[in-house]
């Protein structure tokens, strides 16, 4: 049943109420949604990912790629981001870039990203690297679930407030 509004003072009242309470169901889903979208791209490391919209499938490792991690103790044709996953030093690197995948929401911007260079290079490739993409894939494919949440947020605002 509607409610009736009798003067300007109390729609004033009830949108203020509805604009505290959108942004309060906004945050909610963009936090879940960031959420969502980092597991995704933390999901897509040391397996070969398929073409996904706009972005390209990952490039088979090069022969001199797979003898460089075999001789380093690697498996030689896994697809770790970052360097070899072998014995040396550097086979932190892929868990360390898996492991600075952050998700966060500020005011009502949410953001999935790494501060980690080897996010860059591998996203978008280098001179002597092919783009392996996964923070913009991850997005690509998460599109439903967001709107999902976005569409909830909207029907629980109307709920809670009017």
């Known amino acids: 049943m509607a409610e009736k509004i009798n003067s300007l003072d109390a729609l004033i ?15 909610g889903a963009l936090q879940k949604s960031v959420e969502k979208v980092q597991q995704t791209a933390v999901s897509k490391f040391g397996q070969y990912q398929p073409a996904v919209g706009p972005f390209p499938a990952w490039a088979v490792l090069s022969q001199q790629t797979i003898r460089q991690k075999l001789r380093a103790g690697a498996p030689g044709d896994d697809p770790l981001i970052g360097h070899y996953a072998g014995k040396r030093k550097n086979s932190v690197y892929p868990t360390i870039l898996r492991n600075s995948i952050q998700a966060q929401v500020k005011g009502l911007v949410g953001y999935v990203g790494t501060n980690n260079p080897v996010g860059e290079w591998q996203e978008f490739g280098t001179r002597h690297i092919p783009p392996r993409p996964f923070l913009r894939p991850a997005l690509y494919q998460e599109q439903e679930f967001i709107k ?7 029907a629980k605002t109307m709920l809670r407030s009017l």
């Not at 009242?13 to 945050?27: C, D, H, W």
């Open 148 to 154: 999902e949440q976005f569409k909830g947020a909207l």
């Open 13 to 27: 009242l009830k949108l203020n109420k509805a604009t505290s309470v959108m942004k309060e169901e906004v945050r």
